[in-house]
């Protein structure tokens, strides 16, 4: 598993191998955090918010990755394989940030789609059996 550091690196690479244009007017950058997130409408404790994009009248526009939420989820994979969660993650909300620019809303729609099919396993998961 990646320290801290050592993922805050592997994610400043990865943001410095990507299109300079793609982070037009993301002002407040990509910022790692070490804490794990916790989604409010989780069922259980079993739904993490691995980042987030940001666009705020004040602050201005920028991403959080949640290195604890990382940590949560894949703790156990190979640092292989959470090199390409980190970047999936990273692409992700530079796509929120790339539709917030041009007013489209696809992916927010499809992070909605995802937390209803999380719903709905819950659901099948607390059905009593007949």
């Known amino acids: 598993m990646l320290t801290l550091e050592e993922t805050e690196q592997a994610l400043a ?12 007017d993301l002002n407040g950058g990509v910022l790692l955090k070490e804490e794990s997130k916790l989604h409010p409408g989780r069922r259980a404790d079993d ?22 939420s990382m940590r949560r989820v894949f703790g ?3 640092e ?11 692409k992700h909300e ?5 539709e917030n620019r041009a007013g489209e809303r696809d992916l927010e729609y499809e992070d909605q789609r995802q937390l209803l ?3 709905a396993r819950h659901r099948e998961r607390n059905q009593p059996s007949l």
């Open 117 to 119: 099919h999380y719903y």
């Open 13 to 24: 690479t990865m943001v410095d191998g990507l299109p300079e244009e793609i982070f037009f």
């Open 80 to 90: 292989a394989d959470f090199l390409k969660e980190l970047e999936q993650v990273l």
């Open 47 to 68: 739904l993490y918010i691995l980042g987030e994009y940001y666009s705020d009248r004040i602050f201005g526009r920028y991403i959080v990755i949640y290195y604890g």
């Open 76 to 78: 156990g994979a190979a």
């Open 94 to 98: 530079l796509t929120h940030h790339l």
